[in-house]
């Protein structure tokens, strides 16, 4: 009998617990605008992060498309050498967060970018010949990973905007909070602006 009373205690207790509510944040409170900073924060981050991955694995993939054309007899050594040299130092030239607020590097990181995929594609995709198996798949998921592009910008610049019109609604809490919170500044996008 003592172990159903127990039993009972128990199981009281543990559906009261589940009923509890959370105590809610005021939503103009520093707390909630130190929250919501945070969140925001971290859809940026992520999002950028996608998009950077993406390009990386772009630029990983032209470099074993170069590789693998080196192993094909009547290719030219010396020039993708350079091609290979010119994919190397394209993750140098991108563009970061703060440095994308002239447009010119991101254009400028475009055009060698745009430059160098044109080149391989001719090489590795010529119309007299068939391409082997497995250039012919790293081109396709350099050319879908091209296509994407436009898309994790948008995306990008849909989180930040978000984001900078959070930070000037609620520039008083932020300068309040201090800190980091205080010396947050809205980021650079790719939309231009007017």
Not at 26 to 55: C, F, G, H, Y
């Amino acid at each position: 009998m003592k172990n159903i009373i127990w039993l009972l205690v128990a199981l009281v207790m543990a559906t009261t617990s589940c009923n509890r509510k959370p105590k809610a944040i005021d939503p103009a409170s520093k707390e909630a605008v130190k929250t919501q900073v945070n969140i925001l924060r971290d859809s940026v981050r992520d999002r950028w992060s996608e998009m950077v991955t993406s390009d990386d694995d772009k630029i990983r993939n032209v470099q074993q498309v170069l590789v693998a054309l080196e192993a094909q007899p009547g290719t030219d050594r010396a020039q993708l050498e350079g091609l290979q040299r010119a994919t190397a130092r394209l993750k140098d030239r991108r563009y970061t967060q703060e440095s994308m607020a002239e447009s010119a590097r991101i254009d400028a990181y475009d055009s060698a970018q745009d430059s160098l995929l044109q080149i391989v594609y001719r090489i590795a995709l010529p119309t007299d010949r068939q391409p082997t198996e497995s250039v012919k798949a790293l081109t396709d998921k350099i050319q879908d990973a091209d296509g994407q592009l436009v898309g994790f910008r948008v995306r990008y610049d849909q989180a930040a905007t978000r984001l900078n019109n959070y930070l000037q609604v609620h520039t008083a809490e932020l300068d309040q909070l201090g800190g980091q919170y205080s010396k947050l500044k809205p980021l650079p996008l790719f939309t231009l602006q007017e």
